[in-house]
C-alpha cells in the first residue's frame, strides 16, 4: 500500500516512521520543511503539495491538530487522489468535518476513514497506539496493514463518524477523572494524607485510573495544564455540541470534566 502522510508532529512523526519501516512505499509533506528532516534517512519521499502527495498514494493519512487544520488540506488533498484512494483522519475533530470530508471525496471516488488515534507519541513509536475507526467495514479492512504498523489495537466501531464520537467520549471521561483524581487528592492534603502517599495506595486500589497517574504525585493539575493547553476544552466542547444536536444529556461527566477545566484554567 502506498502511504501519504501529512502532520508529522510529536504523534504523527512516529506514525509515519513506523509505516516507513514496515515497508510502504511512503510520501510525506509538510508545512515547513524542518519537519521533513528527521526522515532524510528514510526511503520516504517527499511531495511539493498535498495534490502531488495524493495523486502517488492510495492512502493519504491526516493527523493534523483541528478541524481548521482538515478542512483548509481539503483541497489540496483531494485534488490528487485517484478514484479508490482513501483518506484516513486521524486528528480529533467534530464528526460532521468527516462527514463533508467524505461527501467531497464521494464524488470523485474516494473513501473516507475516521481513525483518531490515542496513546501518544511514545506509544506510536512502540506500535502501540490504540485506533478507533469508523466508516465502511471493508474500506477499514483495507486500511488495516498501514494502520497496524503503528497500532496494535485497531477498532472498527462503526459508521463514518463514530470514531471521532468515541474518541471524544473517551476525552470527555478522561478529563472528567482529571478532575475527581485532583480534587480527591487536594481533599487528602487538607485531611492530612500526602498527595504523594495517596496517589501510591490508590494506584493499588479499586480508586485507581489513568488520569490520576497522569498527574503523579504533584496532586494538581498545573504540568497537564501547561502540556495540554487547550486541547481537553476543545474536546469537550466538540461533546457537548454532539450532545446538544441530539438532545442528550452529559450528566454527571460533564460536571466532573467542566471542574478539571477550571482546574486548569481553560474552562469551557
Given at each position: 500500500m502506498?502511504?501519504?502522510?501529512?502532520?508529522?508532529?510529536?504523534?504523527?512523526?512516529?506514525?509515519?516512521?513506523?509505516?516507513?519501516?514496515?515497508?510502504?512505499?511512503?510520501?510525506?509533506?509538510?508545512?515547513?520543511?524542518?519537519?521533513?528532516?528527521?526522515?532524510?534517512?528514510?526511503?520516504?519521499?517527499?511531495?511539493?503539495?498535498?495534490?502531488e502527495?495524493a495523486?502517488?498514494?492510495?492512502?493519504?493519512?491526516?493527523?493534523?491538530?483541528?478541524?481548521?487544520?482538515?478542512?483548509e488540506?481539503?483541497?489540496g488533498?483531494?485534488?490528487?487522489?485517484?478514484?479508490?484512494g482513501?483518506?484516513?483522519?486521524?486528528?480529533?475533530?467534530?464528526?460532521?468535518?468527516?462527514?463533508?470530508?467524505?461527501?467531497?471525496?464521494?464524488?470523485?471516488?474516494?473513501?473516507?476513514?475516521?481513525?483518531p488515534?490515542?496513546?501518544?507519541?511514545?506509544?506510536?513509536?512502540k506500535?502501540?497506539?490504540?485506533?478507533?475507526?469508523?466508516?465502511?467495514?471493508d474500506?477499514?479492512?483495507?486500511?488495516?496493514?498501514?494502520?497496524?504498523t503503528?497500532?496494535?489495537?485497531?477498532?472498527?466501531?462503526?459508521?463514518?463518524?463514530?470514531?471521532?464520537?468515541?474518541?471524544?467520549?473517551?476525552?470527555?471521561?478522561?478529563?472528567?477523572?482529571?478532575?475527581?483524581?485532583?480534587?480527591?487528592?487536594?481533599?487528602?492534603?487538607?485531611?492530612?494524607?500526602?498527595?504523594?502517599?495517596?496517589?501510591?495506595?490508590?494506584?493499588?486500589?479499586?480508586?485507581?485510573?489513568?488520569?490520576?497517574?497522569?498527574?503523579?504525585?504533584?496532586g494538581?493539575?498545573?504540568?497537564?495544564a501547561?502540556?495540554?493547553?487547550?486541547l481537553?476544552?476543545?474536546?469537550?466542547?466538540?461533546?457537548?455540541?454532539?450532545?446538544e444536536?441530539?438532545a442528550?444529556?452529559c450528566?454527571a461527566?460533564?460536571?466532573?470534566?467542566?471542574a478539571?477545566?477550571?482546574?486548569?484554567?481553560?474552562?469551557?
Amino acid at each position: 500500500m502506498r502511504v501519504g502522510f501529512i502532520g508529522l508532529g510529536s504523534q504523527g512523526g512516529p506514525m509515519a516512521r513506523r509505516i516507513v519501516e514496515a515497508g510502504h512505499p511512503t510520501t510525506l509533506w509538510a508545512r515547513r520543511p524542518a519537519t521533513l528532516e528527521p526522515f532524510a534517512d528514510t526511503p520516504a519521499k517527499t511531495a511539493a503539495s498535498p495534490a502531488e502527495l495524493a495523486a502517488v498514494s492510495d492512502l493519504v493519512c491526516l493527523c493534523v491538530v483541528g478541524d481548521d487544520d482538515v478542512e483548509e488540506l481539503t483541497d489540496g488533498v483531494l485534488g490528487g487522489p485517484a478514484p479508490g484512494g482513501v483518506v484516513a483522519v486521524h486528528s480529533t475533530v467534530h464528526p460532521e468535518t468527516c462527514r463533508k470530508l467524505a461527501n467531497r471525496a464521494g464524488a470523485q471516488g474516494v473513501s473516507v476513514v475516521d481513525a483518531p488515534v490515542s496513546g501518544g507519541g511514545p506509544a506510536a513509536s512502540k506500535g502501540r497506539l490504540l485506533v478507533m475507526a469508523g466508516g465502511d467495514a471493508d474500506v477499514v479492512q483495507r486500511c488495516r496493514p498501514a494502520f497496524e504498523t503503528y497500532a496494535d489495537v485497531v477498532v472498527h466501531v462503526g459508521d463514518l463518524g463514530s470514531g471521532q464520537t468515541t474518541k471524544l467520549l473517551n476525552n470527555l471521561l478522561f478529563t472528567a477523572n482529571l478532575g475527581t483524581a485532583a480534587t480527591a487528592l487536594s481533599l487528602g492534603k487538607a485531611l492530612g494524607v500526602s498527595p504523594q502517599r495517596l496517589t501510591e495506595v490508590v494506584a493499588h486500589s479499586s480508586g485507581n485510573s489513568f488520569a490520576l497517574n497522569a498527574i503523579g504525585d504533584t496532586g494538581n493539575l498545573d504540568r497537564l495544564a501547561r502540556v495540554a493547553g487547550g486541547l481537553p476544552r476543545k474536546d469537550v466542547r466538540l461533546v457537548v455540541d454532539l450532545a446538544e444536536a441530539a438532545a442528550a444529556r452529559c450528566g454527571a461527566v460533564l460536571a466532573a470534566a467542566d471542574a478539571a477545566l477550571t482546574l486548569m484554567e481553560h474552562p469551557r
